[in-house]
């Protein structure tokens, strides 16, 4: 019986460089994972800037026609964290009526290659007139829909 226990007691060598080999691939996966999630977050930052631009310039446009002007069409490019964001609007006015304007805006990630498409985000709405917001009336981006203010 004392033969067998000494014989049975702890791991041999290549026990223990199995189990390290495969604790070593799951800490690379688990690395892999966390490069994949950053990347991820990163892209999601990105978008997240490009809404909040073409929705500034939205509010700029009807901010423009809400003291009576016509807003025009135009273009301007903003860096942004890195990313150089490029952005474009076009506003059709039909005379005395709702004006549609449509944002859109485009940027290449940091770590694109040259022949990635860009990304890009575009955003419409339709902006009132100064008499109808004056009857209590704002006309919402999207759809032609109204909402009582």
């Known amino acids: ?3 067998r226990s000494k014989t049975s007691q702890g791991f041999s060598l290549i026990e223990v460089l199995v189990a390290l080999v495969i604790l070593g691939v799951g800490l690379m996966g688990l ?9 991820g977050t990163a892209d999601t930052a990105a978008y997240d800037h ?3 631009l073409a ?23 903003l860096p942004v964290q890195g990313i150089l964001f490029q952005r474009a609007w076009t506003v059709v006015c039909p005379s005395e009526q709702s004006c ?4 859109t805006v485009q940027w ?14 575009s955003l419409e ?14 006309v919402q981006s999207g759809a032609p829909n109204r909402e009582t203010l």
Request: glycine share 4%.
């Open 1 to 3: 019986m004392m033969a």
């Open 31 to 39: 690395a892999r994972l966390q490069l994949v999630l950053l990347a």
């Open 50 to 52: 490009a809404v909040r």
């Open 55 to 77: 929705n500034e310039r939205i509010e700029s446009l009807r901010f423009t026609r809400l003291t009576g002007s016509v807003p025009i069409s135009g273009a301007d490019e």
């Open 100 to 103: 549609h304007a449509k944002v």
């Open 108 to 121: 290449r990630a940091p770590r694109a290659s040259a022949e990635d498409a860009p990304h890009d985000v």
């Open 125 to 138: 709405a339709y902006l009132a007139p100064a008499v109808s917001v004056s009857q209590g009336w704002l």
